[in-house]
């Protein structure tokens, strides 16, 4: 069994005055300074020693330490660094773009480049209220997103994040509208999340001509819902709300900023389950990790509002660093990797594998959803871990992250679920360690299950 961290986290703070650092989460003991990584491993400044189960948050698909990308963006460093957004652009930016729409399925046809997911969305709602104002629809201004559905930390982003304690920034996006996914209704209901898929569709049809259908501009979704402990969406669903979305004029957007590039076994989540946007948002894997890159990406119904002339697309406002010479880089060489890495066989193969694993390690403390690379298991509950301060139920998932920590493993948890997203360059012993090391924590926390 693969042993647990050696060194004190809050040891390698010792010295360091952090006082004018603002945390991305609150410090806690489990708070880590990081030094260095390879591979699919980090060291942090005491030298303790972590397994990444989560891709850095589903970001690293390719590892830290890749030359192919480290080399690339070197060399981009020294010949162009940034140019001047107002009057050009640089040539990686341009064929970026064009790589990106030849992998994105039909009718997408044109790419944005910008910095973070949160941008991604955010551009794609301006986009998708200007498509309807310059179709004489200035009306249409309300924008449907899921309960428990994550798409950003700005403000309309922010807005259209499903969970309550985004409240406290105050009153967000005028015109957000929840709606709810089919596993947030098989709660409910008691259902299995295939069997509510036809009432979330129903529902959110009722949602629709109850806010008048001819105010609405978009539904935004994720194709898997990350908050929910990674849900995957039952069959037919997906189709099912592209079709209402086109019986009802309103524009799809998928966000797979998480899903995108390979994760669930295909390019985009809209192959894997045959649906296609009329926006599509992505990011994280996109670069690698390597430098901040995103796009959303535009299919040919929409990409005409953008038109200048013969042609030419503009998007303004713009952000400074949108499409820099550097970020471009970074993605064209992860592309690359992504082509020599035969990605969606490798994540396939791969996801055969770790998925055996995990059904085998859970010995019923959990259920398992998977697409790809990518897992979700929600959590039966059980007693706490001794001294651990986290009860059964809505604390269950952190608990059995922070077992993980302590053993060196880096996943995320919440409510009562993990999610976990190997690196696409992971080795199957790496999966095993994984695996290894999920169950010891299971064990701490759960019990040892039948």
């Not at 076994?265 to 992505?282: H, K």
């Not at 040919?300 to 713009?318: C, H, I, K, N």
Request: net charge negative; aromatic share 6%; glycine share 12%.
């Amino acid at each position: 069994m693969p042993s647990a961290v050696q060194t004190d986290p809050a040891s390698s703070w010792t010295g360091l005055d952090t006082s004018a650092f603002c945390f991305e989460a609150p410090r806690s003991p489990d708070t880590i300074l990081f030094e260095s990584a390879q591979g699919v491993r980090l060291t942090d400044a005491a030298g303790g020693e972590y397994l990444d189960g989560l891709s850095g948050i589903f970001v690293t698909c390719f590892g830290y330490g890749s030359r192919p990308i480290a080399d690339a963006v070197t060399e981009q460093l020294h010949r162009l660094p940034f140019n001047p957004p107002l009057h050009g652009t640089s040539r990686g930016a341009v064929e970026l773009a064009t790589q990106l729409v030849q992998l994105a399925p039909a009718p997408l046809s044109l790419a944005k480049l910008v910095n973070g997911g949160s941008e991604s969305v955010e551009a794609a709602l301006r986009l998708a209220r200007l498509y309807h104002r310059e179709r004489g629809e200035p009306g249409r201004y309300k924008v449907l997103s899921c309960y428990h559905g994550y798409h950003g930390a700005t403000f309309g982003s922010l807005a259209l994040t499903g969970r309550p304690d985004t409240t406290r920034f105050g009153p967000g996006l005028t015109g957000a509208v929840r709606v709810w996914t089919p596993h947030s209704l098989a709660r409910l209901s008691g259902l299995r999340p295939e069997e509510a898929g036809p009432q979330a569709l129903a529902l959110i049809e009722r949602t629709i001509e109850a806010e008048d259908p001819t105010a609405i501009a978009a539904l935004v979704v994720e194709p898997v819902v990350h908050l929910l402990g990674m849900a995957v969406p039952p069959p037919g669903f997906l189709p099912g709300l592209r079709r209402l979305c086109d019986r009802y004029g309103i524009l799809l957007v998928f966000d797979e900023i998480v899903t995108g590039f390979g994760r669930t076994g295909q390019a985009f989540a809209a192959d894997t389950f045959r649906a296609v946007p009329d926006l599509l948002c992505v990011g994280k894997g996109i670069s690698g990790g390597y430098a901040p890159l995103a796009a959303v990406l535009i299919s040919e119904r929409v990409a005409p509002v953008l038109a200048t002339g013969a042609a030419s697309y503009a998007f303004a406002p713009s952000h400074t660093y949108a499409a820099n010479p550097v970020s471009a880089a970074a993605g064209l060489a992860a592309l690359g990797l992504y082509r020599e890495l035969d990605v969606p066989a490798r994540v396939t193969r791969l996801s055969g594998h770790f998925t055996a694993l995990l059904e085998s390690t859970l010995r019923g403390r959990g259920v398992l959803r998977s697409a790809g690379l990518l897992y979700g298991i929600t959590l039966t509950a059980g007693p706490p871990a001794a001294g651990d301060g986290e009860g059964a139920g809505g604390g269950l998932g952190r608990a059995v992250a922070r077992a993980c920590l302590r053993r060196g493993l880096i996943i995320r948890g919440e409510d009562d679920w993990v999610v976990l997203a190997p690196a696409y360059v992971s080795t199957e012993a790496d999966l095993e360690q994984i695996a290894a090391l999920l169950g010891a924590a299971l064990d701490e926390v759960l019990g040892g299950g039948r």
